[in-house]
């Protein structure tokens, strides 16, 4: 949701000054392949949420170029391990957005996208896209050419996915969903400021018949529980939904609880310069122990409080995020 890969437009500069301090790069570690330390940080995250629990989904958000060892071309060897590690994936702006909402994507770009995203859906990875369009005409274009490509979608007629769409879940259905391969249709609500309370959101999404929902863990910086996530999983139309939760893991946030006020002045250095795009979003060495022990692996870590609260899977964001390196 945070950034698209033609927004990095710093390509080749890697951590500029924050604030009176730099990211620190070995210079030994120059010809690093930055997009296998991204496969590794991914594979990393599902194997040990697996281990805990089997059934918990991983599902990546945009850089599907990680799909296959030669970047840039999606007919080359594929990155199997990678591949092996996730059960969905997850691609903005296929159809609109990619250049500016409720503006089709050039073609040339959705079919480049659409090779990458069918050696997935080949795999039997499950497919979702959002589509960044507001008008009627264009999100059921969106929906309905998603549909032709076996893809799931959700047509956000808010780029900061606070809202829940006018238009009724598509094609809704009323069974229980238990995996990924069984949607029809999602909701990507992780900003929810419109609402008073949990309560409000939760009566709001009880509404709806989509068939998975993408949330943030926290509302008003407090972490969901169980009781509440609970409250949330049954659809109108009859059946439960997933949920499913939203984590950065290739941009730190400075108004989550792992944030410490002396990173202000005297950043860490696996910290890198703010995104100019998301105020509040830096820039991470995403390969570096510190940063990868704030998002998995003890009881106050960010993919351990969310398997906590009882989430179905994760979704993970800024995955692109080898692009700044680059």
């Not at 071309?73 to 990619?98: C, H, K, Q, V, W």
């Not at 896209?129 to 047509?155: P, Q």
């Not at 410490?260 to 310069?273: F, K, M, R």
Request: aromatic share 14%; net charge negative.
């Amino acid at each position: 949701m945070k950034t698209h890969s033609q927004q990095f437009l710093l390509a080749g500069i890697a951590c500029i000054v924050l604030l009176s301090s730099s990211c620190s790069s070995d210079p030994d570690d120059i010809d690093t392949v930055y997009r296998q330390h991204m496969r590794d940080f991914v594979q990393g995250i599902s194997e040990y949420a697996k281990n805990l629990n089997p059934d918990f989904f991983i599902i990546p958000q945009n850089g599907q170029e990680l799909f296959t060892m030669t970047p840039g071309i999606p007919g080359s060897e594929l990155a199997t391990e990678y591949l092996n590690a996730i059960d969905g994936t997850g691609r903005e702006d296929l159809f609109y957005g990619y250049s500016f909402d409720n503006i089709a994507t050039t073609a040339s770009v959705s079919e480049y996208l659409t090779d990458y995203l069918n050696l997935a859906k080949n795999r039997g990875i499950t497919v979702l896209v959002t589509d960044y369009c507001s008008s009627a005409e264009k999100i059921a274009d969106s929906y309905a050419r998603n549909a032709e490509l076996g893809y799931t979608s959700f047509a956000a007629t808010h780029r900061e996915l606070d809202n829940i769409p006018d238009q009724p879940a598509y094609n809704s259905q009323s069974a229980n969903i238990t995996q990924l391969s069984e949607l029809h249709n999602f909701l990507y609500l992780i900003n929810p400021s419109e609402y008073a309370s949990v309560t409000d959101l939760t009566s709001a999404l009880a509404a709806t018949d989509y068939d998975l929902v993408l949330l943030d863990l926290f509302f008003n910086d407090t972490a969901l529980t169980s009781a509440q996530l609970d409250a949330m999983r049954n659809k109108a139309i009859g059946g439960q939904r997933l949920l499913i939760a939203y984590m950065s893991i290739g941009e730190a946030e400075d108004y989550r609880w792992y944030w410490q006020d002396a990173w202000n002045s005297n950043p860490p250095g696996w910290l890198c310069e703010e995104n100019d795009n998301w105020a509040g979003n830096y820039y991470v060495e995403y390969w570096n122990d510190d940063w990868q022990a704030l998002i998995f692996g003890s009881p106050e870590a960010y993919l351990d409080r969310i398997m906590a609260a009882g989430f179905d899977g994760v979704y993970l964001d800024i995955i692109e995020g080898y692009e700044y390196f680059e």
